[in-house]
């Protein structure tokens, strides 16, 4: 494990509010420096590849009101 993955991994298990994640905020916290392969290949992010990894669900798109 890196350093980044251990740093990533100690803020994970810090108290949190207890009000759930906007869809910004989800997405945000899939950006925390994860190693994700796919199909033998390193995704940088996982919420911008092009496969689909991790499509946006409706919630966390932008709000346009």
């Known amino acids: 494990m890196t350093g980044d993955t251990m740093d990533a991994v100690a803020a994970a298990n ?6 759930p994640m906007t869809g ?5 916290s899939l950006r925390d420096g994860r ?5 033998g290949e390193r995704v940088a992010d996982v919420t911008a590849h ?3 990894a991790c499509r946006r669900p409706w919630h966390a ?3 346009r009101g």
């Open 61 to 63: 798109m932008p709000h």
């Open 35 to 39: 190693e994700i392969w796919l199909y």
């Open 24 to 28: 910004v905020e989800y997405l945000e």
């Open 14 to 19: 810090q108290p949190r509010s207890t009000r």
């Open 50 to 52: 092009p496969s689909g």
